[in-house]
Structures are given as structure tokens and as C-alpha cells.
């Protein structure tokens, strides 16, 4: 394992340095997602762009990468001014990049996958042999004839990995790679990079997980709403001075009292099966847990491993559960839908807020209709009754601090963290006895995340029963009572989060329940 | 320089009702091109198209007798459109409707009471309604497209219609003409105005108009047409039913569909012949669009629509042009109304490009 | 044996549209792309094939002009679809009341107008075996160029670089978007080589198979076209197949009147619609094939800044 000693920002005497951005500025409507950023790369450095989701990183890299073009600025390439107009000429220079969102083809195989990466793949036959080779070297293991919708998340970041490889970038861009991965595959990421930087490629690694940049990153720069905020040393800050200057302000963590009164079971699943609820999604097999009154029980895993098969399953969007597999509130919901379930007390808040939770081109009143029309009494003789509908979505709006125009404004025009706030506290106020939760605070900004928390912990406090469904490890361990790992379809027993080790739950995220040890040897 | 969209950040509203009257301009503008390369004045052509058809009383009755057919298949239509539930198939819904509506005219003969127009209507309705049953099964069973299912129903449903009008019901002292017996009196909508054949379906047009208008905008039905159609994930997450949604869309459009044929057979043609429509199930799609799916708008892109159905035949006969004129001015319309909707969503930007911008013009724009 | 090669001969005809049309469409939609205008690019095709080959008297420029005028027409949808992100649906709609009506003014001095039949490619020697001779030699070029067509639209999308990357469009346009590759021109190319071959598939009709014009004499082919496309399960291979098996259906229909069976003609006629909507039916009900084989984009509106 190598890690560099000099901090190569004071690095006179390292010759030019890769990539130079002064002053890059884009604005979209409505927002100013850059504003004058700088930036500086060395040869052979790991640097890190540090910042919450909305502060800019993104549209950064990709203006770097060629997708997006700046409204101002300059950028110098090995100390030439140069112009980057399209992914095409960025790969011509020696840029890759590895997206946050894979951009990989689900119907297509490694091979194929790979060569729309590369601007002169030559044939089939030649490909195939190279892929292995690229892999082997960097221990990123690829079968090329695989179709990519049957490989793991693990995987599919791989043949993006080797996308890049192939061409010898000088330079790699990496979109927050670990946000998918478990602890185990993002140490095995790790050693991938250091390699990579070892030979002289200069890395540059967004993300917002503080305690990974500490471990693998020489440089950090800090974006906050559009600007870089600071440039740092990483392995010199604490966690806390980076997450203080991500944030630029303290801001209130949720907090609990102990001493929960636990009640009867409000959500009772036993042996639940389901197949996969999108094609090449995960199916879960024979998953059985309970919730009672006054808990928080959380659902750790990544995603991909059955979340939404089993969320879909919960929510009664797919009502194929057998017989008696699910309880909500003592009834049997395995045959209901989700109108029905709501009437026994389930509210479902789902991973997706626009064009799932909500309909963007809507009002806020229209989406508090969405799912209050009938707990709420928004109904006569099947018609709108438009002065509550109001009522409610300004009852909303209000306990729950949504900015944004008011409750006449399209769902779509809101910021992520104020609809989330909104479609929440649609479902709080609606004193649900059952609150299933998926990903709350995903791309949602701290503060809105701490007031999300606090809703949440208010909610049980007050007698419901709430399932939570998370990647965010953190927040599980923060607002849970106990926590469940789902893995590949597969749930495991329940540990109290006071007692658990975050070891353990690791491994399991891994699908690695039973090992004591990460294998670490197929990695170098 | 280069021309790009920006996405707005919310749809412009003043833009969703200013675009149909920006379309009507640019098709006029297009027309007039293509009649003086025709070799015709085009002011005389749009004088001839566009107001000599309505300079009269009778002239506006019958452009009241073409636009019933048109409101009530596209005010139908726009609730299946709401809900992405794509009926192209209103022309054959129509026939079916002519046919159960006719035959039972023709079974009850001359002597029948009152009652005959009434469960006529009741038949068009039925008949429409069952033709439009099959895709919704198909499409709720099978998962079938309802697109391509509708259009083939409709190919065999003026089949169904042309093999009744050479056979079985063919009228035996007709001169072995492809027609049914002249409907009884009983079985005629009675005329509203003397001198013209403004007919009763008229003002029920207008009915059902204000009852799509009260469904859409009032009821809740409605509220999850729309959802359904906007984002169908959300209608499942709030627990609307989309195959409920499907039967309830395809059902009312096809049953107004075929009371739009019952009306045309017991109005003003007065019997079954091979061909009872000029493709009104069709070009209801454009009325639908150019009313933007609003059953008030539909009122006024109907007439409009009917319009250029009249100015057809009206330049047919004075200019000798073909009747095929008004499906292109009707093509033209929803063309230049799809492109200028852009402008609801997006902003049209000519920006000048400092940079390179030559490759990726082509991916950018 | 001879009336079989007879009534083979006639399926092949019926075939050959059908099958320039949907391989069209196939690719239009691997690239994500679904145009419902097939029948009115097909209408416009058939007219100006009709005109030119008239006017001209050089079958070869009738041929040309109707791929052109199809690709002309696709252009126009192109232009809606994907540089003003217009509905798909509602513009394939457009495109074919549009096709139908500007074929129709275009035609209209055409109609009843006689024209030579496109000449057969008759093999000295070989044209004249018996049975085979008609079946397999003495076709126009036409015939020929469809079947052809299907190995090559089979090199184009499954060995060539081109076809690698206008699948990856059609499945996932963001992300090929986000590689470099230039989603709207790989579509416009798609959508007009799907013109191209709707308006041969015209050209077929009003030159060989009909060599006449007359109004919407495609009579619906541009819709079984689609339903082909769906039937093939987006395979050109499937294509062939299904478009044979339809022109058999066609061609059935019309000698089951020669074989004397008394049913009224208009009811033998729907059996090629009935036909398209059995197999709809057939291939929907399993929602997972199709959702497995159809291009993931189909249909979806690209715009790259959002």
C-alpha cells in the first residue's frame, strides 16, 4: 500500500501540474451551480472534491469531462490552455471517468460495454483478451462475454474502471464510486487507485465520506452552493473540521431519549418471497421480521440487493405475497393494494421523490391529494373538495417548514430537500400507525436531513411503528433501534444498534455474513 | 451562431393556449405557400377555405353538423390521451356505434314509438363501448398494445359495415345499391332549425363537452386520469388503479365515439351507407391536441377543425381543387402544433459560440 | 405443384412491403426511436415512386424517389421528435394523416393512370425451371433488395461499430450521451433509413405489386408493419419470418374465394387485421420477453441538458 508524503499542492519542482481550472463558472436556470471554482491536479495525486449534494461537484466534472460546457473560465492541460468539448476529446487528452450512475448498457456485454467507452476499439476478438488483461493487472476480474444486467453492482463499477483503463488515462475522475459498494469492495477500490496514482495518474475522487477521503486522498478541495470554500490537506483535518467546512455551519443532529416503550406489532412479515419487481432487479427470498409500536427498525444493505422488491412488496404496488406474509395493524395486507393498506394504517414514503412520491408537474395541493384523499376526508360523492385539499397541503407546508413558493407550486419546481420535507410530512400528519421509509435523506441537505431525523424520531416516540430503508449506514446507526442487513435478497437477523459492531454489519452488506476476515489478498 | 432549448423552469401557461393559435397562423402561412404553387391566389383560396363556407346561416349549421362528430370522438379520446391510453381506433368505435344504432332503426321499422331514438342512442353507445372493450381487454389481459389493436379493429369494423350494406341488410329496392333501407322517421334526429340539418346531436355535443369539462377538472376520477397519465409510478404508489383507469378511458371514449356514428347515420345521412364518416375518428386525434385535451378547447378546435372540412369541399367545387386539401391542412396543423409546443417547456436560445462548439453541435442541440 | 409456385410467388409480393417497412421500423426503434408514421411515410413513398417512374419512364428513378420522399417525411418527424422533443406518439400520428393527405394531393392526377410493371430480373435458363424457376429466380429487384436488406440490417446492428452504438442509444441515450456519442445524430440516421425503407416499401406497391395510384392503397400495411416489429421481438431475422407469414395470411384470403368457399369477401379481407392482433396478443401476453427485448429508451424524449 503506498501513500505519498509530500502534500503536492506545496510541491515545487514536480514539473507542470496536470489539470488547471481558474475561475469556471455555469449557471443553469435558476441556479448558479458554479461560481468561479479553482482547482489544481498534480501528477500521481489522489484529490479529493469534497462537498454535500447540490454544491456543485457534479456539474464540475462533468464541464472537465466535456458533457457540460462552462459559461466562464479557463482550464490548462498539462499546462497548455486547452478547450474540452465533448467526452470524445476528453478521452483524446487522457481524462476517463467513472460515473456515479453507471453509464453502462443492462442488454450489452462487458466486451460491447467497454468498446463504446473507447474511441478505437478494433474488433470483438481483440477486445476480449485485452479486458482480461486490464483486469488482472489492477485486480478488477471481468468476464467479457458477461451481459452486464447479470453482474453485481461491484462488477458493473469494474467494467467502467476498465472503460477507462484502456486508454491509459492520465487522469481519472471518479463520481462518488464507493456510495454503492461495501466497506470490503471500496478498501479493494482503494488499492485499485493507489496503484493507479503509483503510476503517475492523477486522481480526482468526489465524494461526500469524510472518514475515505482521510484514508485516500493527498489533496481536498471543498465546494459549498457552487464555490470552492476551501483547499486542505485531508489527513491533516479532523472528520469534523472537514464536515464543518462541507457545511459551513453546525448544525442540530436529531436527537433520541432512550427508554423506548415498545408496543404490539404493528408490521408482521413472515416468509416473504417475491420476484423481481423491475427486470434485472433483485427477487428476495423467504424474509421474515417484525415491527412493533414505537421502534425504528432499520434496513441496511446496498442498493440493488431486493430493497425495491421488497419496498414494492410492503407498499402493496405488487400485491403477489402469499397468503398471511404480511400483517399490518393484526389484518392480513398480502392481498391488498395500496389504497387498502393505507386504510389499515401503512404510510409509505418511497425511494424516488419525483415521479414516484410525487408528480412534479403537479401543485403541492394536488400531490397532498395524492395520498390523502382518503384518512383526510378530501372526498364527497366522488368529488374534490379543493378547500380542504388546500388546508391540508398548508398544514404541511407549515409543520414541516417547506420553502418554496407555496402550496400552488409544481412539485417539480421544489429543491430536493423541501419536497422531501413535504411528501413526509404528507404522510406524517396523516398519524400513520405504520411508516415504511425508504432512503429519507438521499441528496437531501443536512439541514433538511436533521429536521427529516427529528420527524421521524418524533413520529415513533409517539407510539407508530417505522421500517427504514437505508444505504446510508450512518443514518441507520444514528435513528435505529435495531438493524437488518438485506443481501442479495436475503435478510438477516435483527441486531440491536446499541450492541452492534459496524464490522459485522459490513460483512454482511457484503453477502460475507459468516467470514471474520475481508479477503484481502485478491486484491493487490 | 446556434440555435439550443433550455429547459424552462415550469411549463409557460400563457404558452399552452398561444400555441394552437400560433400553429393555426403557420399553417395558413404554409398553405397559402402551397396553393400559389399550385398555381392558385392564395387569398382567394383562404377566402374560399376559411369564410365562404360560414358566410351564411346554413353555412353555420353545417358547421355545427361536421363539428358534433369531431367534439364528441375527441372529447372522448383526450380522457384516454390524459391517461396515455392511446384509442386511435375512434373512427371504428364510430362504425359500431352506426351499426347498432342503425340495425336496431332498421329491426324496429316503421311503426316504432318515441322510444326508437332513444334506445338507438343507447345502442350507439353500446356498440361503440363494446368495440372499444376489446382493446382495453387486450391491453389489460395480454398487455397488448391498444395503439395497433384499436387501428386493426377499425379496418375490420368498416369491413363489418361494408360487408351488412352489400348483404344481409341491403335495401331490396335499392337498385343493388350498397345501402340500407332510409331510416324511419322515428328513428331520425329531429332537425333544431328549419332550412338546415342542425340535428339534436348538436346540443348534446355540448353536453358531453361540459361533462368531460366537470370529470376533468372537478371529479376524481379525473384527478387520476391525470396523475395516471403524467406519472404512472405515482398512481400506483397512491393506489389508483391504471388497469381500472384503462377500461374506464377506453369505454367512455369508444361509447362517445359511437353515438358520434349513431348521430351521423340518424342525422344527416338517414340510413347505413359503405362509408358513413370522412375519417372524423382520425382527425378527432388533431381536434383532441388543438383543444389540448381541455373539452372546452376541444368545442373550439372542433368547429375550427370543421371548418376546414367545409373550405375542402368548398374549394373543391370552386377552385377544383382535391377534397385531400383538408387532410393536409389538417396534418399541417398538428404538425406545427407538436413543434410549437416546445415553447411550453423550453426556450428557444440562439447562442454564439466562443469555442469550438463544432463537435458537439450535433449532440448538443 | 405450379399453382403452389403460383400462390407463392403472390406471398412474396404481399411480403415484400411489409418486410421493407418493419425492417425499417426495427431499426428506428433499436435506436429508440418509435415512429407510428409508417403508413403515411409508406403513402408518400408509393405516390412519388408512382410520379417519378411516370414522368421519367425509368423504373430505377421511381425506386430512388420513393426512398427519398420516405426519407424526406421521416426527416419532418426527425426534426419534431428529436430537436423539438415533440410526443412521439402524437407525431407519428401526425406524420401519417399528413402522409395521407399530401399523397392524395400529390396523386391526384395519377389516379387510374397505367404504368409498366416494374420489370422481373428474369436468369436466362434458370427463370425458366420449372416450379423453382418462378419461386426463386425472375423476381424485380425490389424483392431481391428486401431479402437482402435483412442479413445486412442483421451485419449492420449486430457486427458493425455503427449498430453497437445505436443500440446503446436506443437502450440507455443518457448514458451514451454521457460517453461522447451523438444521440440525435445516430437517431436521425435511424429514422431516416426507416423512411427510406417505408418509402420503398411504398415504392414496391405502386410499382410492382399494384403498378398503379390510388388513395391509401397501402390500406393499413404501415401499421402491420409495426405490429411486425413487435411480433419479431426486435429481431430482423423474426422480421423476415413474420412478414411472410402475413403475406400468406393475405394471399390465403384471396384464394380461399378462388377454392369456392362461400364467405362474404369482406370478412375473409379482415383476416389479415384479425391476424396482427391475434399475434399482438400472442407475443404481449409474456410482458417479460418483451420488456427484455425491446431497446429501454424506446420511445423517450433525449433532451442533453436535463
Redesign the interface.
Known amino acids: 500500500m503506498m501513500v505519498m508524503d509530500e502534500t503536492p499542492e506545496h510541491g515545487a519542482g514536480k514539473g507542470v501540474p496536470r489539470l488547471e481550472l481558474s475561475g469556471i463558472s455555469k449557471r443553469f436556470?435558476?441556479c448558479l451551480a458554479n461560481d468561479g471554482v479553482d482547482l489544481t491536479l498534480w501528477p500521481g495525486e489522489i484529490h479529493a472534491l469534497l462537498g454535500e449534494n447540490g454544491a456543485g461537484k457534479s456539474t464540475l466534472v462533468k464541464i472537465i469531462y466535456?458533457v457540460l460546457?462552462a459559461d466562464a473560465g479557463g482550464l490548462r492541460w498539462q499546462g497548455q490552455p486547452t478547450?474540452i468539448?465533448?467526452p470524445?476529446?476528453a478521452r483524446q487528452l487522457g481524462i476517463g471517468m467513472v460515473f456515479q450512475h453507471f453509464s453502462l448498457f443492462d442488454s450489452l456485454t462487458v466486451a460491447e460495454n467497454v468498446a463504446l467507452g473507447l474511441d478505437r476499439a478494433g474488433s470483438m476478438a481483440e477486445l476480449r483478451p485485452r479486458v482480461r488483461e486490464v483486469g488482472q493487472r489492477y485486480g478488477l476480474e471481468l468476464e467479457p462475454d458477461r451481459v452486464v444486467h447479470d453482474l453485481s453492482v461491484g462488477e458493473r463499477q469494474r467494467v467502467e474502471i476498465v472503460r477507462c483503463l484502456m486508454q491509459d488515462p492520465r487522469l481519472l475522475i471518479m463520481d462518488e464510486p464507493t456510495s454503492v459498494l461495501t466497506p470490503q469492495e471500496a478498501e479493494r477500490l482503494f488499492e485499485t487507485l493507489r496503484r493507479l496514482a503509483g503510476e503517475g495518474c492523477s486522481i480526482l475522487y468526489i465524494s461526500h465520506k469524510l472518514e475515505e477521503i482521510r484514508a485516500l486522498c493527498d489533496a481536498a478541495t471543498v465546494m459549498r452552493g457552487g464555490r470552492v470554500v476551501a483547499a486542505c490537506d485531508p489527513r491533516r483535518e479532523s472528520a469534523h473540521g472537514l464536515a464543518r467546512l462541507m457545511i459551513g455551519e453546525d448544525f442540530a443532529t436529531a436527537s433520541r431519549d432512550g427508554g423506548v416503550e415498545l408496543g404490539e406489532a404493528r408490521l408482521v412479515v413472515g416468509g416473504l418471497s417475491a420476484p423481481a419487481a423491475v427486470p434485472h432487479g433483485m427477487p428476495i427470498d423467504d424474509i421474515s421480521f417484525q415491527v412493533a409500536a414505537g421502534e425504528i427498525l432499520g434496513i441496511a444493505g446496498v442498493a440493488g440487493n431486493g430493497q425495491n422488491t421488497l419496498l414494492s412488496a410492503l407498499?402493496?404496488?405488487r400485491s403477489t405475497a402469499p397468503a398471511s406474509a404480511i400483517r399490518i395493524n393484526g389484518h392480513d395486507a398480502a392481498g391488498l393494494?395500496?389504497?387498502?393498506r393505507?386504510r389499515l394504517g401503512l404510510a409509505?414514503v418511497?425511494e424516488?421523490r419525483l415521479?414516484?412520491?410525487?408528480?412534479?408537474?403537479?401543485s403541492l395541493a394536488?400531490n397532498a391529494?395524492?395520498?390523502g384523499?382518503e384518512r383526510e376526508g378530501l372526498?364527497k360523492t366522488?368529488?374534490?373538495l379543493f378547500g380542504r385539499t388546500r388546508d391540508f397541503a398548508q398544514r404541511i407546508v407549515q409543520s414541516f417548514q417547506v420553502v418554496g413558493g407555496g402550496v400552488a407550486a409544481?412539485a417539480?419546481?421544489l429543491s430536493g430537500g423541501n419536497l422531501q420535507k413535504f411528501i413526509i410530512g404528507r404522510e406524517l400528519l396523516q398519524n400513520p400507525g405504520l411508516l415504511v421509509v425508504a432512503h429519507p435523506t438521499w441528496g437531501v441537505d443536512a439541514g433538511a436531513a436533521a429536521a427529516i431525523h427529528q420527524a421521524l424520531l418524533d413520529l415513533a416516540r409517539q407510539g407508530a411503528a417505522i421500517l427504514l430503508v437505508s444505504q446510508d449506514l450512518d443514518e441507520l446507526l444514528q435513528i435505529a433501534d435495531r438493524i437488518a442487513v438485506l443481501s442479495n435478497g436475503h435478510l438477516s437477523q435483527c441486531f440491536a444498534t446499541a450492541e452492534v459492531e459496524v464490522e459485522r454489519i459490513g460483512l454482511l452488506m457484503g453477502g460475507l455474513g459468516h467470514a471474520v476476515q475481508p479477503d484481502e489478498s485478491r486484491a493487490v | 451562431m446556434r440555435f439550443r432549448?433550455?429547459?424552462?423552469?415550469?411549463?409557460s401557461r400563457s404558452l399552452v393556449y398561444g400555441t394552437p393559435v400560433l400553429a393555426v397562423a403557420l399553417t395558413m402561412a404554409c398553405g397559402s405557400v402551397l396553393f400559389a404553387a399550385l398555381g392558385h391566389n392564395p387569398l382567394a383560396v383562404l377566402h374560399a377555405f376559411f369564410i365562404q363556407p360560414i358566410d351564411s346561416l346554413y353555412g353555420l349549421a353545417e358547421l355545427t353538423v361536421k363539428a358534433t362528430p369531431l367534439v364528441l370522438c375527441a372529447v372522448g379520446l383526450a380522457l384516454g390521451f390524459r391517461a396515455n391510453i392511446?384509442n386511435?381506433g375512434a373512427e371504428g368505435q364510430l362504425t359500431l356505434g352506426a351499426i347498432a344504432g342503425g340495425g336496431l332503426a332498421l329491426w324496429a321499422g316503421d311503426d316504432a314509438g318515441p322510444w326508437l331514438l332513444w334506445a338507438m342512442m343507447a345502442a350507439g353507445l353500446l356498440g361503440g363501448g363494446l368495440w372499444a372493450a376489446i382493446p382495453a381487454y387486450?391491453k389489460t389481459r395480454?398487455?397488448?398494445?391498444e395503439?395497433?389493436?384499436s387501428?386493426?379493429?377499425t379496418?375490420?369494423a368498416i369491413?363489418?359495415l361494408?360487408?351488412l350494406v352489400?348483404?344481409p341488410w341491403k335495401d331490396p329496392d335499392g337498385y343493388s345499391f350498397p345501402q340500407t333501407r332510409m331510416f324511419a322517421d322515428g328513428g331520425m334526429l329531429p332537425v333544431l332549425l328549419s332550412g338546415t340539418r342542425l340535428h339534436l346531436g348538436a346540443p348534446i355535443a355540448l353536453l358531453a363537452a361540459l361533462a368531460g369539462w366537470f370529470v376533468m377538472s372537478?371529479?376524481?376520477?379525473g384527478?387520476q386520469i391525470?396523475?395516471v397519465g403524467?406519472?404512472p409510478?405515482?398512481a400506483?404508489?397512491?393506489?389508483f388503479?391504471v388497469r381500472r383507469l384503462t377500461w374506464i378511458t377506453l369505454l367512455a371514449g369508444g361509447a362517445m365515439a359511437g353515438l358520434a356514428g349513431l348521430f351521423e347515420v340518424a342525422g344527416p345521412i338517414g340510413q347505413l351507407l359503405p362509408s358513413i364518416s370522412p375519417g372524423y375518428g382520425?382527425?378527432a386525434?388533431?381536434v383532441a391536441?388543438l383543444g389540448r385535451l381541455h373539452p372546452l378547447g376541444i368545442l373550439i378546435a372542433g368547429l375550427f377543425i370543421a371548418l376546414s372540412y367545409l373550405g375542402g369541399e368548398t374549394v373543391q367545387i370552386t377552385l377544383g381543387l382535391?377534397?385531400?386539401?383538408?387532410?393536409?391542412?389538417?396534418?399541417?396543423l398538428?404538425?406545427f402544433l407538436?413543434?410549437a409546443?416546445?415553447l411550453v417547456?423550453?426556450r428557444p436560445r440562439w447562442t454564439t459560440t466562443t469555442?469550438?462548439?463544432?463537435?458537439?453541435a450535433?449532440?448538443?442541440? | 405443384m405450379e399453382t403452389l409456385a403460383a400462390v407463392l410467388v403472390t406471398v412474396i409480393g404481399a411480403a415484400t412491403p411489409l418486410l421493407f417497412a418493419a425492417l425499417g421500423e426495427l431499426v428506428s426503434e433499436k435506436s429508440g426511436v418509435l415512429n407510428?408514421g409508417v403508413e403515411g411515410m409508406m403513402l408518400v413513398g408509393a405516390v412519388c415512386a408512382f410520379a417519378a417512374a411516370l414522368t421519367t419512364g425509368s423504373p430505377a428513378a421511381g425506386i430512388l424517389a420513393g426512398a427519398a420522399a420516405g426519407m424526406l417525411t421521416a426527416l419532418?418527424f426527425g426534426?419534431?421528435t428529436l430537436?423539438?422533443?415533440?410526443?412521439q406518439?402524437?407525431?407519428g400520428?401526425?406524420?401519417t394523416?399528413?402522409?395521407?393527405?399530401?399523397s392524395?394531393?400529390i396523386g391526384?392526377d395519377f389516379v387510374g393512370t397505367p404504368l409498366p410493371r416494374l420489370p422481373l430480373l428474369e436468369i436466362p435458363g434458370l427463370s425458366d425451371l420449372p416450379v423453382v424457376g418462378r419461386l426463386l429466380f425472375g423476381h424485380d429487384v425490389l424483392v431481391y433488395l428486401s431479402i437482402a436488406a435483412v442479413p445486412a440490417v442483421i451485419w449492420l446492428l449486430d457486427r458493425s461499430r455503427t449498430g453497437l452504438i445505436l443500440r446503446a442509444v436506443g437502450e440507455n441515450h443518457e448514458a451514451a450521451?454521457a460517453l461522447g456519442?451523438?444521440?440525435?445524430?445516430v437517431r436521425y440516421l435511424a429514422v431516416m433509413f426507416g423512411g427510406a425503407m417505408a418509402g420503398l416499401g411504398g415504392a414496391y406497391l405502386s410499382l410492382a405489386h399494384t403498378p398503379m395510384w390510388a388513395?391509401n392503397m397501402t390500406?393499413?400495411r404501415g401499421?402491420i408493419a409495426?405490429?411486425l416489429v413487435?411480433f419479431a421481438t426486435w429481431r430482423p431475422g423474426r422480421v423476415l419470418l413474420g412478414a411472410y407469414l402475413f403475406g400468406g395470411v393475405t394471399v390465403a384470403q384471396l384464394h380461399v374465394q378462388g377454392f369456392g368457399v362461400d364467405i362474404?369477401s369482406?370478412?375473409l379481407?379482415?383476416l389479415p387485421?384479425?391476424a396482427?392482433?391475434a399475434v399482438?396478443?400472442a407475443i404481449?401476453?409474456d410482458?417479460v420477453r418483451?420488456r427484455l427485448n425491446a431497446p429501454a429508451s424506446l420511445g423517450r424524449i433525449f433532451?442533453?441538458?436535463?
Open positions: 436556470p435558476g466535456g460546457k478547450t468539448n465533448s470524445f476529446q407498499s402493496g404496488e393494494g395500496p389504497r387498502e393505507r409509505f418511497p424516488e415521479g414516484h412520491g410525487s408528480v412534479p408537474e403537479m394536488d391529494l395524492l395520498t384523499y372526498l366522488g368529488q374534490i409544481d417539480g419546481s | 432549448l433550455e429547459a424552462r423552469e415550469r411549463p392511446w386511435i387486450l395480454f398487455n397488448a398494445n395503439i395497433l389493436t387501428l386493426m379493429l379496418y375490420v369491413l363489418l361494408s360487408y352489400h348483404g372537478r371529479m376524481f376520477i384527478f391525470k396523475v403524467l406519472t409510478a405515482a400506483g404508489f397512491a393506489g388503479s382520425f382527425t386525434i388533431i391536441f382535391p377534397l385531400a386539401v383538408s387532410g393536409v391542412f389538417q396534418g399541417m398538428l404538425f407538436l413543434a409546443d416546445v417547456r423550453y469555442t469550438a462548439g463544432a463537435a458537439v450535433g449532440e448538443a442541440d | 407510428l419532418l426534426v419534431l430537436s423539438l422533443l415533440a410526443n406518439v402524437a407525431s400520428l401526425a406524420l394523416i399528413f402522409g395521407v393527405g399530401i392524395a394531393l391526384r450521451h456519442h451523438s444521440v440525435i445524430v388513395e390500406a393499413g401499421w409495426l405490429a413487435v362474404p369482406q370478412i379481407s379482415m387485421y384479425l396482427t392482433i399482438l396478443v404481449s401476453a410482458s418483451v433532451h442533453p441538458d436535463s
